[in-house]
T-cell receptor
Framework: KAGVTQTPRYLIKTRGQQVTLSCSPI?????VSWYQQTPGQGLQFLFE???????NKGNFPGRFSGRQFSNSRSEMNVSTLELGDSALYLC????????????FGPGTRLLVL | AQSVTQLDSQVPVFEEAPVELRCNYS??????LFWYVQYPNQGLQLLLK??????LVESINGFEAEFNKSQTSFHLRKPSVHISDTAEYFC??????????????FGQGTTLQVKP
């Protein structure tokens, strides 16, 4: 069974631009969560989607948004990029969410210049 | 609100020696507990988790962790480490409350460095 895939793996943007990251969950998984990983703040929860609905949200500004499609694939969007948005963005999938085991993708590394 | 503290940012250890990675948490509600491992340039992989029942949980690769409710701890141990165990280890909690789904709260991570 294929694992969680994330595209692109690396991305360079400039301040003020917007970016869209994609996550394809393991086949059959309906829950997709997104996390931001930085050296200073560590791993922080962004949001979770299940059956195209956002069920849970972390403490991030409205510039961070996401959506989920009917095939469970998910995208997250960051508008008006700031230098501090440089991070590794990880998505994780599971059948129905925590406390089930979450399977993480390799991440998208975003660099904002 | 919940928080997780991993008491050591780096733990150097020689191969075949035992190791303990410490994790304490704070929460006003019951939580589920997890240990994840991250190898360089990879995502996180679940090592083990505690949901309920026996307080000692084991992984398939020799790690174990014990849930101690009175000390709010979930320390990870391995009796004999290998070079291949070199990685970053994250302790995480999730509130065991209705409506909380898909959210893990992570500690800052502990880098385990196994030396030959």
């Amino acid at each position: 069974k294929a694992g969680v895939t994330q595209t692109p793996r690396y991305l360079i943007k400039t301040r003020g631009q917007q970016v869209t990251l994609s996550c394809s969950p393991i086949s059959g998984h309906r829950s997709v969560s997104w996390y931001q990983q930085t050296p200073g703040q560590g791993l922080q929860f962004l949001f979770e989607y299940f059956s195209e609905t956002q069920r849970n949200k972390g403490n991030f500004p409205g510039r961070f948004s996401g959506r989920q499609f009917s095939n469970s694939r998910s995208e997250m969007n960051v508008s008006t990029l700031e230098l501090g948005d440089s991070a590794l963005y990880l998505c994780a999938s599971s059948f129905v969410g925590v406390p089930e085991t979450q399977y993480f993708g390799p991440g998208t590394r975003l660099l904002v210049l | 609100a919940q928080s997780v503290t991993q008491l050591d940012s780096q733990v150097p250890v020689f191969e075949e020696a035992p190791v303990e990675l410490r994790c304490n948490y704070s929460s006003s509600v019951s939580v589920y507990l997890f240990w994840y491992v991250q190898y360089p340039n990879q995502g996180l992989q679940l090592l083990l988790k505690y949901l309920s029942g026996s307080t000692l949980v084991e992984s398939i690769n020799g790690f174990e962790a014990e849930f101690n409710k009175s000390q709010t701890s979930f320390h990870l141990r391995k009796p004999s480490v290998h070079i291949s165990d070199t990685a970053e280890y994250f302790c995480a909690v999730s509130p065991a409350v209705r409506g909380n789904t898909g959210k893990l709260i992570f500690g800052q991570g502990t880098t385990l460095q196994v030396k030959p």
